[in-house]
């Protein structure tokens, strides 16, 4: 059970910010966004490479489980969680159900990466860091002042990586910009590696009442098949935090790695129009689509021809019966749209 690093895969949220293709029902991680794989199968994919890996984790909400066992292969683990509580309690299940020198690679499920080759070595070196008790968080290489990310500030040098000097929370534009122009800011991808028994003991000092609860919820809880369902009644008792705040923020054993990998978390339309390749005009379109005269526009449509004269910078997404027409610079509030919640 310790050989190998152990992928654990996070499957929450709802990705309302890509409605109407994602849904509550059918959100991002499992959609096919960009090339033939899913977010969530390219996530299982960059994890599978040679002998380095054990079969992954996944945690994720009762009800996209059918989607996880369709997308997903033999011979994983599935955590079922009761109920959505942020990244710290989803990390803390996985790291109960392991061995304590078990090395953790904590993955979102739905985030997009050009370069697997600096992917994996960046896990080679998080990985000989976490095997000498550290925490250690994955620095992805700024390449703006990106305002909707949190931001890790490099300390000093150490073999492998570096001391992490401060996380910040998502800063507003002119900090962001003065945090680029530094050099000594990374974004916070999500991405951690560690062994199980240093982040249970750390969660432990800073957050004791869910760790107890966690291993509560693990010991009280049922295997089936592939699953394990944690007691519902023990989890629905833990605070909801994210792994930043409950830990990352407050332990004095962080490290950093920082890596350059062409990573996006693809939060929104705009995001996923950057991932994909342009053609004329800085336009990306997919699906019948007519543009003339128009400049950085999206177009993402299943199945209506969509036409667009004299446009710039507009994102028209049309799913089924719901469609969606929008300033580019407005992608942050689509989240806000009543259909998007439902």
Known sequence: MTDGIHPVILCGGSGTRLWPRSRADRPKPFLRLLGEQSLFEATLARCRAGDRFAPPMVVAGARHIEHVEAQGHPGMRIVVEPEGRNTAPAIALAAALLPEEAIMLVCPSDHYIADTGAFHAAVDAAVALAGQGRLVAFG????????????????????GGYEVARFVEKPNEALARDFVASGEFSWNGGIFAFRAGTFLEELARHRPAMAEAAREAVVRGSDNGPRFHPSASVFAGIEAESVDYAVMENTARAALVPVDMGWSDIGN??????????????????????????????????????SCIGLEDVIVVVDGDEVLVMRAGDAQKVGKLGGASG
């Open 140 to 159: 992805i290489a700024p390449d703006r002042p990106e305002t909707g990310y949190g931001y890790i500030q490099r300390g000093a040098a150490i073999e």
């Open 269 to 306: 339309w705009v995001a996923l129009r950057e991932a994909r390749e342009a053609g004329e005009g800085g336009n990306v379109v997919r699906g019948a689509t007519e543009l003339v005269g128009c400049r950085n526009v999206m177009v993402d449509s299943d199945g209506p021809r969509v």
